[in-house]
RNA sequence: UCCGGGUUAGGGUAGUGGUUAUCCUUCAGCCUUGUGGAGGCUGAGACGCGGGUUCGAUUCUCGCACCCGGACCCA
């Protein structure tokens, strides 16, 4: 026996069906968008990640030097690549460009609840557009995909924030203020004792008078009196972008998910505009869901044309998002399902395999006997797998040329004349032929 | 990396410094080549790994691995 590696997981036919399920609703709510599926490698160079986020952060990769002496990682999110990808075809791309794609990816973390080392995202990102309107997008895309896996404004909020009010808040204070560290400190806010809170903000530079001014001014309600105070225009700018995405949002249908929250930050640099998070409404699930927001100068970092960007990032295995579904008892049922269990007696393999085939040519989940088995045994396995119906080929029912199609569920059965079956019928069960 | 709690058949469990480790379930085969989710019989399957103490360790002890939480971090 082996032990895995931690921070990894197995999963089983039955809980992937309901993993399964997930995927393909959030990725067909994708499609509904337009978004277009792309694929990405697992391994990137090790500096696309340095240099963009510090050398800190090789502590939190799976890196390593391949045997051609590459510095290479196992990819940590999905972010870069797809900024690569755009700034190799620029030019060849029309905008927007709306990509989607749902992939492992791998953080060398301690694992905790709905955390592990090895987790599935659906990164869905627009670029090309500064509008409100893609901002907007993101979110109805987002709150369309949890609503279609069941969940409904009881269960989740999104909350809405902007970077450049917490940032131009900051720089409105007469004093030498660390912007990231004072976001880093808003971005806790929620977690943390408030005198620790107030600690770090004057750490960043702020006095005291100056932090619970700070802190009031993000518990607003009332977006211009954040202009008011501040006075600038990036602020001024900033509160009109953030109405204008929550107007859109209110067009697109799902302004009732969102929330304003100003003490959202997210905790990432690159992040510029409007940023978001998913919460569990009832909060069990402790921590951030996923989130998502503006990054429009990544591009351009990255050696591109200046291309403003945004996103969001569901996790939709080994994350917090199966929490939430199953909190809300909204998870898909972790179970086997097939169609029909095509059941041999005797030498009737001829006519049972032919039934087999035509119900898989219908699209039909079919199973028959590969093991040699007795009567019984192979009913317990059609249970077993949750079989609809059952088809009983025999030599008893050929000898009169029929034959049986049972209902697992009732056990009620009734015989078919072989040469008709399954005809044109697409997915024939008991009922019809009751 | 750190802190707390865990680990006995596939799943759930009982128990013990000393014979063949308990029970339920599961799985496989058979009764059963014509009726499963019922029953009977037979069988399979576990003390996470390594060191130490001991005549003897699944039990005590130390280390490691993995699991569940939490801190840090959060892309």
Known sequence: MYDGIKGFRDFYPAEMAAHREVIDTVEDTAQQYGFREIATPALEETRLYVEKSGEEIVEDLYSFEDQGGRDVALTPELTPTVARMVVAKQQA????????????????????????????????????SEEPEADAEILAFAADALTNLGLDAEDFDFRVSHRDILGGL??????????????RAVDKSEKIEEAEYYDLLTDSGLSYEQA?????LLATDDLGELTDFAGTDRVADAVENLQAVLDAAEDFGVREYCTLSLETARGLDYYTGVVFECFD?????????????????????FGGQPTPAVGVAPGVMNSTLPLLL?????????ELSTD????????????????????????NVVETDVSD?????????????????????GERDLEDDEITVKDM????????PVDSFPGDRGRPTYDDFD
């Open 212 to 216: 619970e001014q700070f802190d009031d």
């Open 409 to 416: 569920a009732s056990g009620e059965q009734v015989q078919v």
């Open 326 to 334: 199953q909190r809300a008892g909204v998870w898909p049922e972790e």
């Open 93 to 128: 791309l029309a905008k927007p460009i709306k990509w989607y794609s749902t992939r492992p990816f791998w953080r060398y973390e301690e694992p905790q609840q709905g955390r592990f080392r090895e987790f599935y995202q659906t990164n869905v990102d627009i670029f090309g």
């Open 170 to 183: 900051l720089e409105a204070f007469d004093a030498d203020i660390d912007t990231r560290a004072a976001i």
């Open 373 to 393: 088995r007795s009567f019984g045994a192979q009913l317990d396995y059609a249970d077993s797998i949750n079989a609809e119906t059952a088809i009983i080929v």
């Open 281 to 301: 409404s009832v909060g069990e699930v402790s921590r951030a869901v996923f989130g998502g927001g503006r990054y429009d100068d990544l591009i351009e970092s």
């Open 340 to 363: 029909y269990y095509v059941l041999q007696v005797g030498d009737t393999r001829p006519v049972a395999a032919r039934i087999a085939r035509e119900l898989r040519q219908e699209g």
